[in-house]
C-alpha cells in the first residue's frame, strides 16, 4: 500500500498553487517578461520560435521552464511509482485541439496560468480571459455530460511514454550546444529573440531549476486550472479551485511586495484591450483544454508521466504556436492579429465539430 500523498490533499494543493504563486512574479523580477513569470503557451510558442517554426523574431527563446515541467513531472513519477506509459485513441483529434487551444491563447495572449498571473499583476484585461475560459469550459462540460470521449487508455511500452521527456532532454542539449552569442540573433541552429518578450528571461540554471520543481509537485497535486473549473462546474467540487485561488492571491501578494503590480486595462504588458476578443479566445482555448482532458500545464504533467495522448496534444500546441505567428493569428500589444479573428471563429466551429460528433461509445 502506498502512503497517504499530502500533496493531493485540499491543504497540499492549495501549498501548491501558493508557491507558484511565489516563483512566477520571483521569475519576472528575475528576468522573465511582465506579467509572464510562467505562462505554459507563451513559453511553448518561445520555443516553436527557437526551432524555426516560425520567425516571429520577439518570441524567440527555448524556454527552459517548460523542460524542468516535464523532466520534474517524470521524476516524481517514477519516485512514486507513477509512471504508467499508456495511450487512448484519437490522436489527430488531440493534436488539433492543442493546436486550436494555443491559437486561442495567442489571442488572448496567455493560457490560463499568465491569466491569473495577469490578474495578479493588476491587468483588468485578464477578467475578460478568465471569464472566456469558463464559458469555454462550461460549453465542455456540456459535451462531457452527454458522453463526449476520445477513447479509452490502454497500457503501452514504456519506449511510447518516454518520447516527450527525451524530446525535453534533446530541447536542453541544444540549448547548452548553441547558447545565444551577444547580439546575434541565430546561434547554431536555435534563434534567439535580441528585442521584446523572447529577449526576456530570468537565468537558464534558475528557469530549469523552479520549472523541475514545480513539475515534480504538480505531479504530486495534479494541479490543474482547467480541472479547477470543470470539478467545480461538473460536481460543485473545489478541491482543485483551492489550489486555482491560492496561486491567484499569493500572486497578488508577492507581485505588490516586489512592486509590480499595477491596476488598469491600458498599457498592461504583453497584452491588448481588445476584450470581445480576449473573451472569445479563452473561451476557444478553454474548449479545447476540456475535449482534451486538462490545461496546458497539466498536458506537460502527464506527459512526463508516461502519457502520450498529453504528449499528441503538447506538440499540437506547439506546431499551433508556429501556424499562430506565421499566419497572422496571434495578437500583439496592438491588438488581434490580421487573422486572427477568423481562426478563433474557425477553432470554435471545429471544437464544436469535435464535441457533437464524438459522443457515445467509441469503437
Given at each position: 500500500?502506498?502512503g497517504?500523498?499530502i500533496f493531493?490533499?485540499?491543504?497540499?494543493?492549495?501549498?501548491?498553487?501558493?508557491?507558484?504563486g511565489?516563483?512566477?512574479?520571483?521569475?519576472?523580477?528575475l528576468?522573465?517578461?511582465?506579467?509572464?513569470?510562467?505562462?505554459?503557451?507563451?513559453f511553448?510558442r518561445?520555443?516553436?520560435g527557437a526551432?524555426?517554426?516560425h520567425?516571429?523574431?520577439v518570441?524567440q527563446?527555448?524556454r527552459?521552464?517548460?523542460?524542468?515541467?516535464?523532466?520534474?513531472?517524470?521524476?516524481?513519477?517514477?519516485?512514486?511509482?507513477?509512471?504508467?506509459?499508456?495511450?487512448?485513441?484519437a490522436?489527430?483529434?488531440?493534436?488539433i485541439?492543442?493546436?486550436?487551444?494555443m491559437?486561442?491563447?495567442?489571442?488572448?495572449?496567455g493560457?490560463?496560468?499568465r491569466?491569473v498571473?495577469?490578474?495578479?499583476?493588476?491587468?483588468?484585461?485578464?477578467?475578460?480571459?478568465?471569464?472566456?475560459l469558463?464559458?469555454?469550459?462550461?460549453i465542455g462540460?456540456?459535451?462531457?455530460k452527454?458522453g463526449?470521449n476520445?477513447?479509452r487508455t490502454?497500457?503501452?511500452?514504456a519506449?511510447?511514454?518516454?518520447?516527450?521527456?527525451?524530446?525535453?532532454?534533446?530541447?536542453f542539449?541544444?540549448?547548452?550546444m548553441?547558447?545565444q552569442?551577444?547580439?546575434?540573433?541565430?546561434?547554431?541552429?536555435?534563434?534567439?529573440?535580441?528585442?521584446?518578450?523572447?529577449?526576456?528571461?530570468?537565468?537558464l540554471?534558475?528557469?530549469?531549476?523552479v520549472?523541475?520543481g514545480?513539475?515534480?509537485?504538480?505531479?504530486?497535486?495534479r494541479?490543474?486550472?482547467?480541472?479547477?473549473?470543470?470539478?467545480?462546474?461538473?460536481?460543485g467540487?473545489?478541491?482543485?479551485?483551492?489550489?486555482?485561488?491560492a496561486?491567484t492571491?499569493?500572486?497578488f501578494?508577492?507581485?505588490?511586495?516586489?512592486?509590480?503590480?499595477?491596476?488598469?486595462?491600458?498599457?498592461?504588458?504583453?497584452a491588448h484591450?481588445m476584450?470581445?476578443?480576449?473573451?472569445a479566445?479563452?473561451a476557444?482555448?478553454?474548449?479545447?483544454?476540456a475535449?482534451?482532458?486538462g490545461?496546458?500545464?497539466r498536458?506537460?504533467?502527464?506527459?512526463?508521466?508516461?502519457?502520450?495522448?498529453?504528449?499528441v496534444?503538447?506538440m499540437?500546441?506547439?506546431v499551433?504556436a508556429?501556424?499562430?505567428?506565421?499566419?497572422?493569428?496571434?495578437s500583439?500589444?496592438k491588438?488581434?492579429?490580421p487573422?486572427g479573428?477568423?481562426?478563433?471563429?474557425?477553432g470554435?466551429?471545429v471544437c464544436?465539430?469535435?464535441?457533437?460528433t464524438?459522443?457515445?461509445?467509441?469503437?
Amino acid at each position: 500500500m502506498q502512503g497517504e500523498n499530502i500533496f493531493a490533499t485540499r491543504w497540499g494543493i492549495i501549498g501548491v498553487g501558493a508557491l507558484i504563486g511565489i516563483l512566477a512574479p520571483l521569475l519576472q523580477k528575475l528576468g522573465n517578461p511582465g506579467n509572464m513569470g510562467i505562462c505554459v503557451a507563451c513559453f511553448e510558442r518561445d520555443i516553436a520560435g527557437a526551432v524555426g517554426l516560425h520567425r516571429a523574431a520577439v518570441v524567440q527563446y527555448l524556454r527552459p521552464e517548460i523542460i524542468g515541467f516535464v523532466l520534474g513531472s517524470m521524476a516524481a513519477a517514477y519516485l512514486f511509482k507513477e509512471f504508467r506509459p499508456r495511450v487512448g485513441s484519437a490522436p489527430i483529434v488531440r493534436f488539433i485541439l492543442g493546436a486550436f487551444a494555443m491559437i486561442g491563447a495567442l489571442v488572448f495572449l496567455g493560457c490560463p496560468w499568465r491569466a491569473v498571473l495577469r490578474l495578479a499583476g493588476g491587468d483588468g484585461n485578464a477578467i475578460l480571459g478568465l471569464l472566456g475560459l469558463t464559458f469555454g469550459i462550461w460549453i465542455g462540460t456540456l459535451f462531457l455530460k452527454k458522453g463526449y470521449n476520445l477513447g479509452r487508455t490502454q497500457v503501452t511500452h514504456a519506449t511510447v511514454g518516454w518520447m516527450l521527456p527525451l524530446f525535453m532532454v534533446g530541447m536542453f542539449a541544444l540549448l547548452l550546444m548553441f547558447p545565444q552569442v551577444p547580439e546575434q540573433a541565430k546561434s547554431g541552429v536555435l534563434f534567439y529573440s535580441l528585442k521584446g518578450p523572447g529577449a526576456m528571461h530570468a537565468p537558464l540554471l534558475l528557469s530549469l531549476v523552479v520549472g523541475l520543481g514545480i513539475g515534480f509537485l504538480a505531479q504530486r497535486s495534479r494541479f490543474c486550472t482547467m480541472g479547477a473549473i470543470r470539478d467545480t462546474v461538473l460536481f460543485g467540487q473545489t478541491h482543485l479551485l483551492s489550489g486555482f485561488i491560492a496561486l491567484t492571491v499569493v500572486a497578488f501578494l508577492t507581485n505588490l511586495l516586489l512592486g509590480q503590480f499595477k491596476a488598469g486595462f491600458a498599457g498592461q504588458p504583453v497584452a491588448h484591450t481588445m476584450h470581445i476578443w480576449n473573451f472569445a479566445g479563452m473561451a476557444l482555448a478553454g474548449l479545447a483544454f476540456a475535449l482534451a482532458g486538462g490545461c496546458p500545464g497539466r498536458q506537460l504533467f502527464l506527459a512526463g508521466e508516461g502519457d502520450g495522448d498529453a504528449a499528441v496534444f503538447v506538440m499540437g500546441m506547439i506546431v499551433g504556436a508556429g501556424f499562430a505567428h506565421n499566419f497572422g493569428l496571434a495578437s500583439s500589444p496592438k491588438g488581434v492579429g490580421p487573422h486572427g479573428i477568423a481562426a478563433v471563429v474557425v477553432g470554435l466551429l471545429v471544437c464544436l465539430f469535435i464535441g457533437f460528433t464524438m459522443r457515445g461509445k467509441s469503437a
